[in-house]
């Protein structure tokens, strides 16, 4: 599904991303953890074709987008690529169903088809008495699932999350991790997660830690490998 290989980024003198190979299954859900200023971002922006990498190639479904112009870039964003952020981003002139439709319409929906696929979204987050409701008029935990419905409408093969539950409480945060399981078993998605939150890191399929720019190398203890090589002795 995605395919990271030698990965690099640098900003001015300073090194963010200093060699990233990483491999991510369809359907997996994939968090990234690490110190602030170990490059996490940037990596899910590069994946996200938000930025370039100074080297390194990036394979999402076997598209190469690490050399796409920047109008096949947007389409690839736009078709195949949702995105859930800490603040939701939600538009604050439009209400929660026209939020959702935004994307289809860039992906040249008509409006009656993107209504529908919105409508059904919303109903699948239980938010359907909020379509007509605008941002403000909705609580932190329902702004959240409708940015997720608008991450979903284009039916992307991966969503990109930033901190998604950082700015939720603890029950609004708990029902938004189950929310991605839910998301996964139901339409597939494979889900690339960027957390400081230890509680959803923990649940996740796997868990990246990147520091300082480079994936880490979980650690075998000596007395493990000290117990793998002892052999019964042969009478």
Do not use: W
Not at 53 to 63: A, E, Q, Y
Request: with cysteine; net charge negative; proline share 4%.
């Amino acid at each position: 599904m995605i395919d990271i290989k030698n990965i690099t980024k640098s900003f001015g003198a300073l090194q963010v991303l200093k060699g990233i190979d990483l491999h991510i299954d369809k359907g997996e859900v994939v968090s990234i953890v690490g110190p602030s200023g170990a490059g996490k971002t940037t990596l899910l922006q590069i994946i996200g074709t938000l930025d370039r990498p100074d080297t390194g190639s990036i394979l999402i479904d076997n598209i190469d987008i690490t050399n796409l112009s920047q109008k096949k870039l947007a389409d690839f964003r736009n078709q195949h690529l949702g995105f859930v952020f800490q603040f939701h981003q939600l538009l604050p002139e439009f209400s929660a169903i026209e939020n959702i439709m935004i994307p289809a319409y860039i992906a040249g929906l008509s409006q009656k088809q993107a209504r529908q696929r919105a409508k059904d979204l919303l109903a699948f987050m239980g938010l359907s008495d909020r379509a007509s409701h605008k941002p403000n008029e909705l609580s932190g935990g329902e702004k959240q699932r409708v940015a997720v419905a608008r991450a979903l409408v284009n039916n992307p093969a991966v969503i990109l999350a930033d901190e998604p539950s950082g700015s939720l409480d603890t029950k609004n945060k708990e029902e938004l991790h189950q929310l991605f399981f839910d998301l996964r078993n139901q339409f597939g998605q494979t889900f690339v997660i960027v957390t400081h939150d230890e509680g959803l890191a923990s649940i996740t399929d796997r868990t990246i830690h990147l520091r300082d720019g480079l994936i880490e190398t979980p650690i075998i203890p000596q007395e493990t490998c000290l117990n793998s090589e002892i052999t019964t002795p042969s009478e």
